[in-house]
């Protein structure tokens, strides 16, 4: 198995099950669904830049910040600083712990 990259396609199918029964904004749970199918199963992390999001998902990163400070209120997600060289960040997802 690969450990660089593991996609567990179960356990992303239980994340979108878990998520899309809670009241969350649209922008949310598009920023949410990006991070779930971008999520490394066996490190239990993703980490995109704001910016690299916002070009993938072709919204502005005010977009993504918002959908982010929406995850993070609810504690969909927990996100520290990464790289302030390539502007990365590691995202932890609720539903995927």
Known sequence: ?????HFDPL????AMDFI???RLS???YRVYSYLVFRYNT???QCNPSVEYMASEMGK????VKRGLRELRKRK????RRGSQTTGSNLYR???LL
């Open 1 to 5: 198995m690969d450990k660089e990259h």
């Open 11 to 14: 356990m992303k199918i239980q």
């Open 20 to 22: 899309i029964k809670e």
């Open 26 to 28: 649209d922008r949310a």
């Open 42 to 44: 066996y490190t239990m």
């Open 60 to 63: 502005s990163p005010s977009y």
């Open 76 to 79: 969909f997600i927990s996100n």
């Open 93 to 95: 997802l609720k539903g």
